[in-house]
């Protein structure tokens, strides 16, 4: 009787943990390496990387900026970027308008200032960018960003 009761048990045991359902966690937002790689992923090459690098004097700008050269693609000569990587969705919201600021003091013709935000990041810098750069760009932070939290 108690064989019985005990390959029962096992059984009851085995039952329910094939009855456990697992989800994947959701992707959180990726670091400066984790964007990096996902920028080079898509045939883009960094350079010159510099934490604390706003474009301006803006304190809480500094501490989330970090500004590198890129090019690649469509895009042949370096063109310096800027990325604010905000701790959460409402700092990104809080903190958004502060960029558009900030890069007055280092974009040279305002008409042509490109932005991408993708909470929790925002990427800002002089343009105009040509196509197929643009949309690496666009598509790296979107999957780095992963929820956006």
Avoid: K
């Amino acid at each position: 009787m108690r064989t019985l009761a005990a390959a029962l048990g096992a059984l009851v045991l085995v039952a329910a943990c094939g009855s456990v359902s697992v989800t994947p966690p959701a992707p959180t937002p990726a670091d400066i390496t984790g964007i990096a790689s996902e920028l080079t992923q898509r045939g883009l090459t960094l350079d010159h990387l510099v934490s604390g690098d706003a474009g301006c004097d803006d304190p809480v700008l500094v501490q989330t900026a970090i500004a590198f050269d890129a090019s690649g693609l469509d895009q042949a000569d370096p063109v310096r970027l800027r990325i604010y990587i905000f701790r959460n969705r409402e700092a990104f919201e809080r903190l958004r308008a502060s960029v558009d600021l900030c890069a007055s003091s280092f974009v040279t013709d305002a008409e042509t200032y490109e932005s991408i935000a993708q909470s929790p990041y925002v990427l800002a810098a002089q343009g105009p960018w040509p196509p197929e750069f643009e949309a690496a760009v666009r598509d790296a932070l979107e999957v780095a960003a992963g929820t956006g939290n």
